[in-house]
T-cell receptor, first 115, second 113 residues
Framework: EAGVAQSPRYKIIEKRQSVAFWCNPISGHATLYWYQQILGQGPKLLIQFQNNGVVDDSQLPKDRFSAERLKGVDSTLKIQPAKLEDSAVYLC?????????????FGNGTRLTVT | SQQGEEDPQALSIQEGENATMNCSYKTSINNLQWYRQNSGRGLVHLILIRSNEREKHSGRLRVTLDTSKKSSSLLITASRAADTASYFCATVLNNNAGNMLTFGGGTRLMVKP
């Protein structure tokens, strides 16, 4: 099966600019996740979708971050405006059922550098 | 603070040796999962162990879970240079309605040929 696809692979922007990341999950996976991974740390969940509905966005900085999952398939994560501390790898993952029943499959991530 | 914390933060061993990584957590869990991350890549799922299970095996991997001590361990036997990676434990809480999967900070394993 094809894996989780993410683009772009790398992005460099200046602070206060905006940026968007795209994710295409594994076909048939109902649950989609966006994680932020700062260098040297474990991933931190930003938002979790079940089909096209939000299950958890408690750790999403909603003043600058937004995410959507149209038609319950692809998803985009946007940052506007970016801050220096947003420099990180943004990982998208999907699972068949959810964290209680099935493992997460991760994409290779988008490495964001904010200068 | 994070739910799961790995110990040690870094581990360096020779090829052929066994590697043991530990994970401690704070509150009651539904399940605990281990993932591997190679440099510059996404995470790869290794093993999922449920709260009512005590041990699981997958190839050269053995995971144990002690819910009384709120801890888990990952053992990699007969390590290879290709096992060099970061290893993360992640937990799903019992009382988390959203079923959030929370990761620890990871153990960086280096296996020298």
């Amino acid at each position: 099966e094809a894996g989780v696809a993410q683009s772009p692979r790398y992005k460099i922007i200046e602070k206060r600019q905006s940026v968007a990341f795209w994710c295409n999950p594994i076909s048939g996976h109902a649950t989609l996740y966006w994680y932020q991974q700062i260098l040297g740390q474990g991933p931190k969940l930003l938002i979790q979708f079940q089909n096209n509905g939000v299950v958890d966005d408690s750790q999403l900085p909603k003043d600058r971050f937004s995410a959507e999952r149209l038609k319950g398939v692809d998803s985009t994560l946007k940052i506007q405006p970016a801050k220096l501390e947003d420099s990180a790898v943004y990982l998208c993952a999907s699972s068949l059922m959810g964290t209680r029943g099935s493992p997460l499959h991760f994409g290779n991530g988008t490495r964001l550098t904010v200068t | 603070s994070q739910q799961g914390e790995e110990d040690p933060q870094a581990l360096s061993i020779q090829e052929g040796e066994n590697a043991t990584m530990n994970c401690s957590y704070k509150t009651s869990i539904n399940n605990l999962q281990w993932y591997r991350q190679n440099s510059g890549r996404g995470l790869v799922h290794l093993i999922l162990i449920r709260s009512n299970e005590r041990e699981k095996h997958s190839g050269r991997l053995r995971v144990t879970l002690d819910t009384s001590k709120k801890s888990s361990s990952l053992l990699i036997t007969a390590s290879r240079a290709a096992d060099t990676a970061s290893y993360f434990c992640a937990t799903v809480l019992n009382n988390n309605a959203g079923n959030m999967l929370t990761f620890g900070g990871g153990t960086r394993l280096m296996v020298k040929p």
